[in-house]
C-alpha cells in the first residue's frame, strides 16, 4: 500500500503533514467550531409563513485536533448527521463558526470553497442508495476527481482517473479491474469501500464518517473499522465518526461528544467518559450497553418519556424533563430555568450540567434500583 499512496501523492499536491500527536509534539487544532447553529423554517396558513424553527443543531461548539478521531453519538434526530453536513457546508448553517486551519469556512464561496472541498469529505451511511446504480465504479470514484480537475493534477485526462481510481480501489481491498463493474455486483461490505475511495480519491485531511458501519453485517463491521484506522495512519486522516453503537465508538474513537436535543451535554476522552460519566443522560446511554456474560444481570436505567420535539424544545436544561438525577435531587428549580454551560470540570472533561459533580455510577445504580417493575419490563 505504501508503493500506491506514493505514487498516488504524486499526482497531486503533497501529502497532508502528519499528525502532531503522531510526531510527539503538542496536538494541533485541525477544525474548531464555534457556537454552531442549523435552525429548519417551519411555514404555516395560507400564506406560508414562518411559524418555528427546528432547532437541529443549536450553539455547538467543539474542537478536534489533526490526527485525532472524534466520536459523535445520541439518540436518533438529536443532530448528528446535521451537525457533520454543515461543518462540509453540505447544509447552511444558520449562525457560528467553523475554521479549518485557522480559515473560516462558512465565510468561503466560489473557487475558494471548491479548493477547500478537497480536504474535506463524507463517507455515508447507507452503501447502497449513496451510489449511482447507472454508473461503473470508475465514474462513481472518478466523479469527483472530474469536478476537480485543473491542470496541475490533470484529472480531466480519463486515463489519469482510471489509474487513480484502480489505486484507491488496491488501498481499500478491493481488486483493480473492479473499476468496469456496476454498483449491484458488490456486496454491502464492498459497497461501502467503494465509498471510502470514493471519499479517499481526493486526498482530504478530514473526513465526516456518517455512521459508515451501521447498515453492515457484524461480522462485516470489524473489518471496515480496520481498514478506517489503517488508512487513518497512511494518510494521516482525522475523522468526525458518527455512531449509534457505543461500543464500537469505545473501540474506534479516541475523544467523544455526546449530543442530546441539538446540544452537546459532554465531551470527553474515551477513557474518562466510559469509566466517570459526568452528565445524566451519559450515563443512560452507557447502561444501555449489554453484557456479553449472560450470567451478569444487569438493570439498566430507563429514562422516562419520550425526546422532545426539536421545534418546541424545553426551557432550561433539554434533558431536565427526563432526568433521573433532577428527581434524585428533589427537582431543583434550576434546572428547568437556566440553560447549563459547557464547562470544564478538569483533565478535559466537558459536561452541560448544574450537577455534574454529583453525576456518579453509584448514584445510577441506586435510581435504576428505585425504577418501576413495569419500566424495567417494558426496556
Known amino acids: ?37 442549523t435552525y429548519y423554517p417551519i411555514y404555516g396558513g395560507l400564506l406560508r409563513r414562518r411559524v418555528g424553527s427546528v432547532y437541529a443543531v443549536d450553539g455547538v461548539s467543539l474542537t478536534i485536533n489533526r490526527g485525532q478521531t472524534f466520536g459523535l453519538v445520541g439518540e436518533s434526530g438529536c443532530g448528528k448527521t446535521t451537525l457533520g453536513r454543515t461543518i462540509l457546508r453540505l447544509e447552511k ?48 470514484i472518478g466523479e469527483g476527481l472530474l469536478a476537480q480537475a485543473d491542470a496541475q493534477n490533470g484529472w480531466a485526462k480519463r486515463e ?44 482530504p485531511e478530514f473526513v465526516v464518517c456518517d455512521e459508515p458501519v451501521s447498515a453492515l453485517d457484524v461480522s462485516i463491521q470489524s473489518q ?31 475523544r467523544i461528544g455526546v449530543m442530546y436535543l441539538g446540544k452537546l451535554v459532554e465531551v470527553a476522552d474515551t477513557d474518562d467518559l466510559y469509566e466517570h460519566p459526568r452528565h445524566p443522560y451519559s450515563v443512560a446511554l452507557l447502561s444501555a ?10 438493570k439498566r436505567l430507563v429514562l422516562k418519556g419520550e425526546v422532545p420535539s426539536p421545534a418546541n424544545p424545553p426551557s432550561g436544561c433539554r434533558f431536565h424533563p427526563r432526568c433521573w438525577l433532577r428527581e434524585r435531587l428533589g427537582n431543583p428549580e434550576v434546572c428547568s430555568t437556566e440553560d447549563p454551560a459547557l464547562r470544564d470540570l478538569g483533565g478535559g472533561q466537558m459536561s452541560a450540567c448544574h450537577f455534574a459533580e454529583q453525576v456518579s455510577v453509584e448514584a445510577a445504580q441506586e435510581a435504576a434500583s428505585r425504577q418501576s417493575a413495569i419500566d424495567t419490563v417494558a426496556v
Open 93 to 140: 448553517a444558520t449562525a457560528g463558526s467553523v475554521a479549518m486551519d485557522g480559515q473560516d469556512l462558512l465565510a468561503m464561496g466560489g473557487k475558494e470553497l471548491k479548493r477547500m472541498r478537497r480536504r474535506m469529505q463524507l463517507i455515508f451511511q447507507d452503501p447502497y442508495a449513496s451510489l449511482n446504480p447507472r454508473m461503473p465504479v470508475s465514474d462513481v
Open 160 to 203: 489519469v482517473r482510471d489509474r487513480r481510481v484502480a489505486d484507491f480501489l488496491e488501498a481499500v481491498g478491493l481488486r483493480r479491474d473492479y473499476t468496469r463493474r456496476y454498483p449491484h455486483e458488490f456486496s454491502g461490505g464492498q459497497r461501502q469501500r467503494i465509498g471510502i475511495a470514493r471519499a479517499l480519491s481526493l486526498n
Open 224 to 254: 471496515i473499522l480496520n481498514l478506517l484506522s489503517e488508512l487513518r495512519n497512511e494518510f494521516n486522516l482525522t475523522y468526525l465518526f458518527i455512531a449509534h453503537n457505543l461500543s464500537v465508538v469505545q473501540y474506534f474513537c479516541e
Open 289 to 298: 450497553i449489554p453484557v456479553p456474560d449472560p450470567r451478569v444481570r444487569k
Open 1 to 37: 500500500m505504501k508503493g500506491m499512496t506514493q505514487a498516488t501523492m504524486s499526482d497531486n499536491q503533497p501529502a497532508p503533514a502528519a499528525s502532531a500527536v503522531a510526531q510527539g509534539g503538542a496536538p494541533q487544532i485541525l477544525l474548531e467550531v464555534r457556537d454552531l447553529k
